[in-house]
RNA sequence: GGCGCCGUAGCCAAGUGGUAAGGCCCGGGACUGCAAAUCCCGUAUCCAUCGGUUCGAGUCCGAUCGGCGCCUCCA
């Protein structure tokens, strides 16, 4: 079964059905990092927003073709690589300088993405890969009359695109910003104009162009690439709010000034994140990596659930309270998991049974994918899920499910771990020294001996294994 | 100046004009040798404030206060 799922448009700013180009194929393009530093907890909302994102598509039984841009090469990732080189070092020296710098952020960067479960991109290009095909679109929106050269860099003709500012609804009368002209571009027809090719400066990895060597603008790889891979039509394009203007604009204007048709047909962003109610800086202290909050003993995972718990489009407020709260909220979901995964107990005498476990079921999975498939409402598809859990727990306490019941339950909580990544199943046997320590306490508890039954719950515990006595008289165990 | 977003319990948060979901925390109880897990009960007469529209507004309109963003660094 194939659902359609609803997203926010940037375009329309409205919550419009996604219809691919292609039925059942969703075409995705989301704006990757530029790998110069660590990413931070800001940058990892997005990518997990987009990873949730592509994983309920998928969940909803679509195929998703994913292509993420790796940014390297770019004004920072020059300034940091290219510092300590001398004046008279070779172009081919000072390639190999800015690779080392991007390969290893590169690799950093994806590493972190494993660690919070965000499912790799089928296309992961790498801007300096495409700079041919970067510089055959400039050349066609040159020859478009879009385009134009001054001093060796190549600017787009704004005037020559009637729609440019539709993305960010702005329009041409509110992008009179004539002061800030940066300093080292050379004279444009308008302020508003962009580069496309930048004309080498002094000290700067470079590439030959038609127009002399140079390097590619900011905006230009993200056109070229993703009418590369996913073709003159995508279905989804997203980033950070802060993306749509310029970047997303400027790509508009581009791609569909080269194409002559529309390029994105869902343009879809997610907000920014707030630390303890301040705006993250390295300045407050309030600034944190991925590897900061790991050092700290956070889950990566946890973090996955504290963002992806609240909506995409609000702005969030990250805190060490909510980190509390998304752990004890996962070790309620996990726990019923292993409950399910496990045999019903003796039971507690009868049970009012208003509603046979399976339809509660049915009715909680119709919720939740009503709320996934309103614009990714994750707040409101958890709580189809909690209440499932306080309802199942009452019933199992009473009457237990049956091993059938159970599993169609495991099918559910399977079917929404697909899209948050976080209560899997946990395969993990016990080694022969956890399992003579559950035996010993078995022993010690049959004994009547409660110190010494305790001492071992207490050793369990601090190698991470919670035991749970059950009313029959077996004991339970979970990892906590 | 222009465009836009947000303000719901201690914290996080959903909410399509019809009478406040869910999570965390907290208190009481049940179960337990004690725990853990689980369940039950209790936690907003009220949705920043003030007006308006309506039979009826957290939801629509206006104003005010407060917080935030964009208008070519930025996830």
């Known amino acids: 079964m194939r659902r359609t799922l609803s997203l926010f448009n940037t375009l329309t700013r409205r919550v419009e059905p996604v219809l691919p180009v292609t039925e059942g194929r969703i075409s995705l393009y989301t704006c990757g ?40 090469v770019e004004d920072k990732i020059i300034r940091d690589s290219q510092g300590g080189l001398a004046a008279d070092t070779s172009n081919e020296d000072r390639h190999t300088a800015m690779k080392a710098l991007t390969e290893r952020f590169t690799a950093i960067f994806l590493e972190d993405l494993d660690a919070l ?29 879009l385009a134009y050269v001054r001093d060796g ?4 003709r704004i005037a020559g695109f009637p729609q440019y500012g539709c993305l960010a609804h702005l329009d041409r009368e509110g992008m009179q910003v004539g002061a800030s002209v940066d300093a080292d571009e050379y004279e444009r027809d308008s302020v508003t104009d962009f580069v496309l ?40 394009h997203s980033g950070g709010v802060d993306l749509i203007f310029p970047h997303h604009e400027n790509e508009m204007a581009q791609s569909e000034g080269c194409l002559g048709h529309r390029w994105v047909n869902h343009w879809v962003h997610g907000e920014f994140l707030m630390v303890e109610g301040q705006k993250m800086a390295k300045s407050l202290g309030n600034f944190f990596t991925l590897r900061d909050l790991m050092a700290k003993g956070v889950d990566p995972i946890t973090l996955r659930y504290a963002i992806q718990s609240n909506h ?47 339809v509660r079921l049915e009715q909680a999975r ?8 309103d614009d990714l ?11 499932l859990i306080t309802y199942l727990n009452a019933q199992d306490d009473h009457v237990a499910l049956t091993r059938e019941e159970r599993d169609a339950v495991l099918a559910f909580l399977d079917e929404t771990d697909a899209i948050f990544a976080a209560w899997p199943h946990q395969t993990s046997g016990l080694d022969g020294k956890v399992e003579a320590l559950i035996e ?4 010690a508890k049959a004994a009547r001996n409660w110190p010494e039954a305790d001492r071992v719950r207490d050793q369990l515990k601090a190698l991470g294994i919670v035991l749970e006595d059950r009313k029959d008289g077996t004991t339970g165990w979970r990892r906590g």
């Open 117 to 145: 479960g965000i499912l790799r991109a089928d296309h992961l290009p790498k801007a300096t890969d495409f700079v041919p095909q970067m510089i055959r679109l400039i050349q066609d929106l040159k020859a478009k009359g």
């Open 153 to 156: 860099s190549v600017y787009y």
């Open 440 to 443: 010993a306490r078995r022993a």
């Open 366 to 373: 119709e919720v939740f994918w009503a709320a996934m498939a």
């Open 312 to 358: 995409y489009r609000k702005v969030l407020n990250f805190s060490f309270e909510g980190l509390r709260a998304a752990e004890n909220a996962l070790k309620r979901i996990r726990a019923f998991r292993v409950r399910m995964e496990g045999e019903g107990q003796a039971g507690g005498g009868p049970w009012k049974a208003s509603l046979e476990p399976t």
């Open 33 to 72: 990092p530029t790998v110069y530093n660590y990413a931070h907890i800001g940058n990892l909302r997005t990518f997990l927003f987009q990873d949730l994102l592509k994983r309920t598509f998928q969940a909803a039984g679509h195929q998703v073709e994913h292509c993420m841009n790796i940014t390297d």
């Open 377 to 387: 409402n994750t707040p409101e598809a958890l709580a189809a899920v909690f209440m």
């Open 197 to 236: 090719w930048k004309a080498t400066k002094p000290g700067e990895p470079r590439w030959d162009s038609p127009w002399g060597p140079g390097r590619p603008g900011w905006h230009i790889e993200c056109s070229a690439m993703g009418m590369e891979l996913l073709g003159e039509r995508m279905d989804i």
